[in-house]
């Protein structure tokens, strides 16, 4: 059983920069899917940046295109984002992911897969 652990999370300004951390409690370079999801008050989970296994290739949502990074560890046991350029609309709980449903590019229909527990990222303006 996979458990994913966030860590990074914080208050910043406009323009400010975070880093975000997931540990994975194994080797999560198996997983088929693995990625940051967020979710702010009154609105639906949704996916930010994405890494399919076999592949090298990241997915990002249109709005943090060419602000966020997602990257792995050597190991693959660490997932993280880098966050730069933040802006108020970012602020949201962060989650981690791995396998959840379907793999979509979307918001998941269950809480299937690994998830962690989540950490509060907030941008002031």
């Known amino acids: 059983q996979v458990q994913l652990k966030e860590s990074g999370g914080g208050s910043v300004q406009t323009g400010g920069s975070l880093r975000l951390s997931c540990s994975s409690s194994g080797n999560i370079d198996s997983s088929r899917c693995k990625g940051w999801f967020r979710q702010a008050p009154g609105k639906e989970r949704e996916w930010v940046a994405v890494i399919f296994s076999g592949s090298t290739k990241t997915f990002y949502r249109d709005s943090v295109k060419g602000r966020f990074s997602i990257s792995q560890d050597s190991g693959q046991v660490t997932l993280d984002l880098q966050m730069i350029s933040l802006i108020p609309d970012d602020t949201a709980m962060y989650y981690c992911?791995?396998?959840?449903?379907?793999?979509?590019?979307?918001?998941?229909?269950?809480?299937?897969?690994?998830w962690g527990q989540g950490t509060q990222v907030t941008v002031s303006s």
């Open positions: 992911a791995v396998d959840w449903w379907g793999c979509v590019l979307g918001t998941p229909r269950d809480n299937t897969g690994h």
